[in-house]
């Protein structure tokens, strides 16, 4: 029996051998996982140096993420340019992991980048796609503008000479630099009254700036809401990958002088109009009143009804009434300017009557499909404040076609949880106020309610418009989202050195709002993520609120607490969200002894003060929490040996939702048992001991693998160390020899 057993062992370690070998060569992933490949993003001015074919994870896609199915180094190099550094607050490796992340000094200024992927840890599926190596630049674009009258006296009604400069930064495009002439005057609402303000830019010739393409129509936008000053950046970038819409402004960042003085950093962008390279239509005139128009949705307020091209609109939903304005074209003959509001009035009618179903024309007669269904898309993402088709909103109509097509986003100051918007856009006179939520929570539809019956009547009353769109935002959400996200973190590092100079002067935190921002956005997209994608498979509350190994048993309410994936964890979330005067609480009894413990990590985002999570033990409050708490934890010491019962709650009181209205927790481990049982023998966790055990505690002892799913089961001979000896000793017990 002896010789019998050394030769079974030296056939494990035949085979130990043998698989190390195959692993050097190619390791074979487990039967159901599949090799995702990463990608890494990187800023201008940084090189990436890595092997493309290395650089792969073996995974198991599972609950919406993907759960690594066996250890893996991943590394590259990163060298920046001249005038580039590094930015190690912008740059995103493997962030959700940073406690498997090193990153050290290579030569020549370069950065090495180490993840050490771990079987059995989740990875989001935004995380595998916004890895990202930033930089940030030296200098920025200078815009330099010259009036011969001071800035104060610019007004926005008449346009002022002006001259302008622009001189290429770190990074460089192929328009170069410019000098040039034209005007300037001031735009913008209540930006207009904020002090750093915006203005219209007029040249003398169409002239491309910054790569974008020519034109003479140009604004600069300060962002003064924004503290991250990429609000409007993000959403023109992106949503150039928009299918259903056509035109999106194109911008670009640059420093802005004011008669020689610094004013701060400012965006670039061109104007809406109908030009060949933007909304490229032919202007409608007396022989052709059918179109084409560019038309604006606005509210009092914002009109000047003297000069503006404005007619009434078929619905009054917003706090202040609902009018349109033809922005082009703009025609001298009066006669001829009524004629075409009149048409246009009667033909909005006609859209509105479709829509509401008052008319018995199909809405697809009117409503062009794919660049509405974009529209309220990019206009959720944000939950723009102005994006109800209440302020801010480009339409156009062309001739012969009675297709209203959305086009332009524009203006997102205020969206994006800006905390400086803090209204809504609910009146009981003109609207159901009830379904209008407020701007900062990253929960409920901003577009999609009765401040805006179109959207909302075709959300509602249409199922194949509900599911065409959600099977575009599906799309998105593997491309133009994780774009979002990666763009943040770019455009965060390129600015930062420049926002510096900008927060010094106007008293803002770039690097805070940007944080802000980050998860606000994060948060929002796992909302609409919950309302808009197919739901993953269902995850078991146990499995879910169980740290690794762990098996407690756990008993939930009538609003049920339910696994959910959170930051990157699976966690148990309440589940009465949006549900007045409810409770959604999970229980757990243990008998425990004195010095034992129970921890656990938990979050909250709720209305402050009113909706709270809380946690008792046997009917005693231990602590209550609301308002937006970040993952902490907590562990409770039991004085005394009985039975403890220990409930989580979340509590909503009569009204009002914040935040995303829930708690979670997480993590939840009892000192006195609540792992793994202990086996001896079983290294793998199956609940057996078996050949397969001895052969993984071979390969472990032999250095060919580097973990052992249960290492406290392996230490067979009580040395205190994990050796070809335990693995002999498992071999015998797997055989049945004494």
Not at 94 to 119: D, I, L
Not at 299 to 313: H, L, M, P, S, T
Not at 661 to 685: Q, T
């Amino acid at each position: 029996m002896k010789k019998l057993l050394c030769t079974v062992l030296a056939l494990l370690m035949a085979a130990a051998i043998f698989l190390s070998t195959a692993a050097l060569a190619k390791t074979v992933p487990a039967k159901d996982a599949v090799e995702l490949r990463i990608t890494p993003d990187h800023s201008d001015g940084v090189t990436l140096d890595y092997d493309e074919e290395a650089f792969a994870l073996s995974v198991v896609e599972e609950y919406g993420m993907y759960r690594i199915a066996e250890n893996r180094t991943l590394t590259l190099s990163a060298s920046f340019g001249e005038g580039w550094t590094y930015s190690a607050d912008y740059s995103n490796f493997f962030r959700a992991h940073s406690n498997r992340v090193s990153v050290t000094n290579g030569a020549n200024g370069a950065k090495v980048f180490t993840f050490n992927a771990v079987a059995g840890d989740y990875l989001m599926k935004d995380e595998a796609l916004t890895v990202g190596i930033y930089a940030s630049a030296a200098q920025l674009p200078q815009f330099r503008i010259t009036t011969e009258v001071p800035f104060s006296q610019i007004g926005k009604e008449e346009y002022v000479a002006a001259s302008f400069e622009l001189i290429l930064g770190t990074k460089q495009y192929e328009s170069g630099n410019y000098e040039g002439t034209g005007s300037i005057k001031g735009r913008g609402n209540t930006s207009w009254g904020q002090p750093k303000k915006p203005y219209s830019i007029k040249l003398d010739s169409k002239k491309s700036l910054l790569d974008i393409p020519k034109t003479k129509k140009y604004a600069i936008i300060p962002s003064y809401s924004d503290p991250s000053l990429i609000r409007n950046y993000l959403t023109y970038k992106s949503n150039l990958m928009l299918d259903g819409i056509g035109y999106v402004p194109k911008c670009e960042f640059v420093e802005v002088y004011l008669n020689g003085s610094y004013n701060g950093i400012y965006l670039l962008v061109e104007r809406v109009s109908i030009e060949s390279n933007k909304i490229n239509i032919e202007e409608a005139n007396a022989d052709e009143l059918t179109g084409g128009y560019l038309i604006e949705k606005d509210i009092d307020g914002k009109i000047d009804y003297a000069n503006d091209q404005w007619f009434n609109c078929p619905y009054w939903a917003n706090q202040n009434k609902d009018y349109f304005v033809l922005k082009e074209p703009e025609p001298d003959d009066a006669a001829l300017k009524q004629q075409m509001l009149s048409y246009l009035e009667n033909y909005m009618q006609q859209v509105h009557n479709s829509i509401m179903g008052t008319s018995g024309e199909p809405y697809t007669k009117y409503v062009d499909t794919a660049s509405w269904i974009d529209f309220i898309i990019v206009q959720e993402l944000a939950k723009n404040i102005d994006g109800n088709l209440k302020t801010s909103c480009y339409m156009y109509k062309q001739a012969q076609d009675d297709h209203l097509y959305m086009t332009a986003p524009w203006d997102f100051d205020l969206a994006y949880g800006n905390p400086e918007t803090t209204w809504n856009n609910a009146d009981y006179q003109h609207n159901d106020y009830y379904d209008c939520p407020d701007a900062q929570s990253p929960a409920d539809f901003m577009a999609i309610n009765s401040s805006c019956p179109w959207f909302d009547h075709l959300y509602d009353d249409h199922e194949e418009f509900r599911a065409a769109l959600m099977e575009k935002y599906a799309d998105y959400r593997s491309t133009m989202i994780p774009f979002m996200l990666r763009t943040m973190d770019s455009q965060g590092a390129y600015l930062s050195e420049a926002a510096v100079r900008n927060d010094n002067m106007w008293g803002k935190d770039f690097n805070a709002g940007n944080t802000a921002l980050r998860s606000w956005l994060t948060n929002r997209i796992a909302w609409l993520d919950s309302r808009w994608l197919p739901a993953s498979e269902p995850i078991d509350l146990n499995f879910a609120l169980n740290t690794a190994g762990g098996s407690l048993e756990f008993t939930t309410s009538q609003h049920s607490f339910t696994g959910t994936v959170i930051d990157g964890r699976i966690a148990g979330a309440s589940g009465n969200a949006g549900v007045d005067s409810s409770t959604s609480s999970v229980t757990l009894i243990l008998d425990m002894r004195a010095g034992e413990t129970l921890s656990f990590d938990y979050k909250v985002s709720s209305e402050q003060n009113y909706d709270k999570f809380s946690f008792t033990v046997n009917g005693s409050k231990k602590f209550d929490r609301s308002g937006e708490i970040d993952w902490q934890n907590y562990t409770f010491t039991a004085e005394t040996d009985g039975s403890y019962t220990f409930v989580w709650k979340y509590d909503k009181d009569y009204s009002v939702s914040s935040g995303s209205d829930c708690a979670w927790l997480d993590e939840v481990i009892y000192s006195g048992g609540s792992g793994p049982d202990i086996l001896p023998g079983d290294a793998d966790g199956s609940g057996t001991v078996n050949v397969t055990d001895a052969l993984m505690v071979l390969r472990y002892s032999m250095g060919i693998i580097s973990e052992l799913p249960c290492p406290e089961n392996a230490e067979m001979d009580g040395n205190g160390t994990i050796n070809v000896t335990d693995a002999l000793i498992i071999l015998r017990m797997a055989m049945g020899v004494e």
